[in-house]
């Protein structure tokens, strides 16, 4: 067993004034993500399946087959290979989790 804690997990910075922190633990990723309102993510898709927490604030997605607004307290699946986009709606942290971890983000 291992025990991480955030506060001792490092924050990156990334662009449009999101910051991550990850963990990578076996064949998962778990990613602490701050969004600022506002931050739009055009249409993509990754190879890992994503559960996506909702702690505070909330985004609208799209796919093909359905629009979803998502707030604080919700848990949206994404099956791996969906293409969807999001719009952020309101400052927002989220806790990602990924199986397999995403490995664009492990060469960052």
Do not use: C
Not at 1 to 11: H, K, R
Not at 47 to 75: C, F, H, M, N, P
Not at 93 to 98: H, K, M, Q, Y
Request: no cysteine; proline share 5%; charged share 20%.
């Amino acid at each position: 067993m291992i025990l991480y804690n955030w506060n001792e997990v490092a924050v990156q910075q990334l662009d449009n004034g999101i910051t991550r922190q990850m963990i990578t633990a076996g064949n998962m990723m778990l990613a602490q993500i701050f969004v600022p309102k506002g931050v739009s993510f055009p249409a993509h898709g990754i190879s890992s399946e994503q559960v996506t927490i909702y702690l505070k604030g909330g985004a609208v997605y799209q796919s093909e087959q359905s629009r979803i607004e998502a707030r604080e307290g919700d848990i949206l699946y994404i099956p791996a290979g969906v293409e969807h986009s999001d719009q952020v709606v309101e400052d927002t942290v989220v806790l990602d989790v990924f199986s397999p971890p995403r490995e664009d983000w492990l060469k960052k």
